[in-house]
C-alpha cells in the first residue's frame, strides 16, 4: 500500500512538531514521523526539566554560522513574544531567570502537549516509531515526488521536511540521517562539531584543579587564536557566567557558552575573579595585614580556589606583609588571566547542541527550502547554533514557521 500525504515531516523534536502543526493547520495533509519511541525527548529532558523554550531577548546576534546572516529572515518573522502568545493560548504557566531566559512553571510536558495540540488542530498523522530507509526523487515534467520506503510502508508526498537534529545526546535517539540525506541530494554541510558542551583538560595538568570539583564561581570567559592580537581579542566571543569545575575539566553556564566558539588546540582565557583589582586589592592588604596570601586571597576568591592556587608556588605560601610585590601582581595577572588549553571536550554525549550541519548556501533564509526542490531542513539539523539560554529553541519554533509557511504557498501553486 502507498501512502500519499502534501508533505511528509521527518523529526518529531521541536522544529518537526512545530512545523507540521503549522502546516497541518494550513491545510495540508501532513505525515509527522519519527524512528524514536517517544517524542521531544529533548524537550523533556531540557531546563532541568523545565524546558527553556525562549529568551525574551533572541536576536540574530546569539546565533552561530558561517552565514551569519542566514537565520534574521525566519526570526524577525516569528518572535519570542509569538511564542509566548501561543502558551498563553493554551493556558501554559511560564517565569523568567534571567537574562531573558523563560521557562515552565510546572514541566517540559507542557510544552510537548501544546505541541501535540497544535498538530492535533492541523489533524496531523503521527507515526512514532517509524523508521525510513531510503528517499528518492523521482522528478516528473508536471511536479517532483518524494517516495519514502519506510518500515510501515511506501510514502509519496512532493514535500519532504528534515528535522531530525544533531548528533548532541545519542542516548535518546540523535542519528546522523539528516546529513546522510544532505549529502545524497548533493548538499554541502558545514563539518558538525560538539557545542555547549563541558571542556576536558590533560590529566596531569588538572591534577591540581580536580581536587577543586564541585566548586561555581562568576567568571568571565573567551577564546581563540593562541596568537590572537589585541584587537583580534576584542572581537571575540566574551561571556560572564558562572563556572563550574569538575573531575575532568570545566562546565557551567560560562564553559558552555565559550564551547561552541573554541576550536581544537586554541586556548581559553578566564578571569576568575571579573568585578575585582585584585593586584590593588593584595598590595592593599600587603600593607595592613599579616595573614598567609592564601588567606587574604580567600575575600576576594573562593577559598578552595585561593588554596589551590597559593599552593603550586612555595613564593606564595607566606604572610602576604612578607611577599614581594612582584609576586602579589604576578597571581593576580594569573587569576585575571588564566589562560590554558583543553585536550577535548565531552563530546556529544554531553553536547547540549551540534554546531554546523547543513550549509545555508544550499537553503532559502525564506522558506529552509534546500536547492533539492520539495526538500526543507529546519532546527538543528541546519549550520545555525544559539547560545545557551532558550535560543535554540526559538530557532526551532522560527525556522518552523518559516518551513510551514512556504510548504503551504508551494502547495498552492501545485494545486494551480
Same mark, same amino acid.
Given at each position: 500500500?502507498?501512502?500519499?500525504?502534501?508533505?511528509?515531516? &521527518?523529526?518529531?523534536?521541536?522544529?518537526?512538531?512545530?512545523?507540521?502543526?503549522?502546516?497541518?493547520?494550513?491545510?495540508?495533509? *501532513?505525515?509527522?514521523?519519527?524512528?524514536?519511541?517517544?517524542?521531544?525527548?529533548?524537550?523533556?529532558?531540557?531546563?532541568? /526539566?523545565?524546558?527553556?523554550?525562549?529568551?525574551?531577548?533572541?536576536?540574530?546576534?546569539?546565533?552561530?554560522?558561517?552565514?551569519? %546572516?542566514?537565520?534574521?529572515?525566519?526570526?524577525?518573522?516569528?518572535?519570542?513574544?509569538?511564542?509566548?502568545?501561543?502558551?498563553?493560548? %493554551?493556558?501554559?504557566?511560564?517565569?523568567?531567570?534571567?537574562?531573558?531566559?523563560?521557562?515552565?512553571?510546572?514541566?517540559?510536558?507542557?510544552?510537548?502537549?501544546? !505541541?501535540?495540540?497544535?498538530?492535533?488542530? /492541523?489533524? *496531523?498523522?503521527?507515526?512514532?516509531?517509524?523508521?525510513?530507509?531510503?528517499?528518492?526523487?523521482?522528478?516528473?515534467?508536471?511536479? /517532483?515526488?518524494?517516495?519514502?520506503?519506510?518500515?510501515?510502508?511506501?510514502?509519496?508526498?512532493?514535500?519532504?521536511?528534515?528535522?531530525?537534529?544533531?548528533?548532541?545526546?545519542?542516548? &535518546?535517539?540523535?542519528?546522523?540521517?539528516?546529513?546522510?540525506?544532505?549529502?545524497?541530494?548533493?548538499?554541502?554541510?558545514?563539518?558538525?562539531?560538539?557545542?555547549?558542551?563541558?571542556?576536558?583538560?590533560?590529566?596531569?595538568?588538572?591534577?591540581?584543579? +580536580?581536587?577543586?570539583?564541585?566548586?561555581?564561581?562568576?567568571?568571565? &570567559?573567551?577564546?581563540?587564536? +593562541?596568537?590572537?592580537?589585541?584587537?583580534?581579542?576584542?572581537?571575540?566571543?566574551?561571556?560572564?557566567?558562572? !563556572?563550574?569545575?569538575? %573531575?575532568?575539566? !570545566?562546565?557551567?553556564?560560562? *564553559?558552555?557558552?565559550?564551547?561552541?566558539?573554541?576550536?581544537?588546540?586554541?586556548?581559553?582565557?578566564?578571569?576568575?575573579?571579573?568585578? $575585582?583589582?585584585?593586584?590593588?586589592?593584595?598590595?592593599?592588604?600587603?600593607?595592613?595585614?599579616?595573614?598567609? &596570601? $592564601?588567606?587574604?586571597?580567600?575575600?576576594?576568591?573562593?577559598?578552595?580556589?585561593?588554596? +589551590?592556587?597559593?599552593?603550586?608556588?612555595?613564593?606564595?605560601?607566606?604572610?602576604?606583609?612578607?611577599?614581594?610585590?612582584?609576586?602579589?601582581?604576578?597571581?593576580?595577572?594569573?587569576?585575571?588571566?588564566?589562560?590554558?588549553?583543553?585536550?577535548?571536550?565531552? /563530546?556529544?554525549?554531553?553536547?547540549?547542541?551540534?554546531?554546523?550541519?547543513?550549509?545555508?548556501?544550499?537553503?532559502?533564509?525564506?522558506?529552509?527550502?534546500?536547492?533539492?526542490?520539495?526538500?526543507?531542513?529546519?532546527?538543528?539539523?541546519?549550520?545555525?547554533?544559539?547560545?545557551?539560554?532558550?535560543?535554540?529553541?526559538?530557532?526551532?519554533?522560527?525556522?518552523?514557521?518559516?518551513?510551514?509557511?512556504?510548504?503551504?504557498?508551494?502547495?498552492?501553486?501545485?494545486?494551480?
Amino acid at each position: 500500500m502507498t501512502y500519499k500525504f502534501d508533505v511528509v515531516v &521527518i523529526g518529531a523534536g521541536a522544529a518537526g512538531l512545530f512545523c507540521a502543526g503549522q502546516a497541518g493547520q494550513r491545510g495540508l495533509r *501532513v505525515l509527522l514521523l519519527d524512528h524514536s519511541d517517544k517524542v521531544a525527548e529533548k524537550i523533556r529532558i531540557s531546563g532541568g /526539566g523545565r524546558c527553556n523554550f525562549t529568551n525574551r531577548d533572541a536576536t540574530p546576534a546569539q546565533f552561530l554560522s558561517e552565514n551569519p %546572516h542566514f537565520c534574521r529572515s525566519a526570526l524577525s518573522r516569528y518572535t519570542p513574544q509569538d511564542f509566548i502568545e501561543l502558551l498563553q493560548k %493554551h493556558g501554559v504557566a511560564f517565569h523568567e531567570k534571567h537574562k531573558g531566559q523563560l521557562f515552565c512553571d510546572r514541566s517540559a510536558e507542557d510544552i510537548i502537549n501544546l !505541541l501535540l495540540a497544535e498538530c492535533a488542530a /492541523g489533524q *496531523v498523522t503521527h507515526w512514532q516509531p517509524c523508521s525510513i530507509k531510503s528517499v528518492v526523487y523521482a522528478d516528473s515534467a508536471s511536479a /517532483g515526488r518524494y517516495q519514502l520506503h519506510s518500515d510501515r510502508g511506501l510514502i509519496e508526498a512532493p514535500q519532504v521536511v528534515i528535522a531530525t537534529g544533531g548528533l548532541s545526546i545519542p542516548k &535518546i535517539g540523535a542519528t546522523d540521517f539528516g546529513y546522510r540525506l544532505a549529502k545524497q541530494f548533493n548538499l554541502r554541510l558545514v563539518e558538525p562539531r560538539a557545542g555547549l558542551v563541558p571542556l576536558t583538560f590533560d590529566g596531569d595538568h588538572w591534577a591540581p584543579y +580536580a581536587q577543586l570539583a564541585g566548586l561555581a564561581l562568576p567568571v568571565r &570567559i573567551e577564546t581563540g587564536p +593562541a596568537d590572537a592580537t589585541l584587537k583580534q581579542r576584542k572581537k571575540a566571543a566574551v561571556f560572564s557566567e558562572d !563556572l563550574l569545575f569538575t %573531575h575532568r575539566g !570545566l562546565s557551567g553556564p560560562a *564553559v558552555l557558552q565559550i564551547s561552541s566558539f573554541w576550536r581544537e588546540g586554541q586556548p581559553i582565557r578566564i578571569n576568575l575573579a571579573p568585578d $575585582a583589582d585584585l593586584a590593588a586589592l593584595l598590595l592593599r592588604a600587603k600593607a595592613t595585614s599579616k595573614k598567609l &596570601i $592564601a588567606n587574604e586571597l580567600a575575600s576576594l576568591v573562593p577559598s578552595r580556589l585561593a588554596d +589551590a592556587w597559593a599552593s603550586q608556588d612555595a613564593a606564595l605560601q607566606r604572610p602576604i606583609c612578607d611577599a614581594t610585590d612582584k609576586a602579589l601582581q604576578g597571581l593576580a595577572q594569573r587569576l585575571s588571566d588564566w589562560q590554558l588549553t583543553p585536550n577535548g571536550s565531552e /563530546g556529544y554525549r554531553k553536547a547540549e547542541v551540534t554546531v554546523g550541519g547543513v550549509d545555508t548556501r544550499d537553503l532559502s533564509s525564506q522558506t529552509m527550502e534546500s536547492k533539492q526542490p520539495g526538500l526543507y531542513f529546519i532546527g538543528e539539523v541546519v549550520d545555525v547554533t544559539g547560545w545557551l539560554g532558550g535560543y535554540n529553541f526559538q530557532w526551532a519554533w522560527a525556522s518552523g514557521l518559516a518551513c510551514a509557511e512556504a510548504l503551504a504557498a508551494r502547495r498552492a501553486e501545485l494545486a494551480l
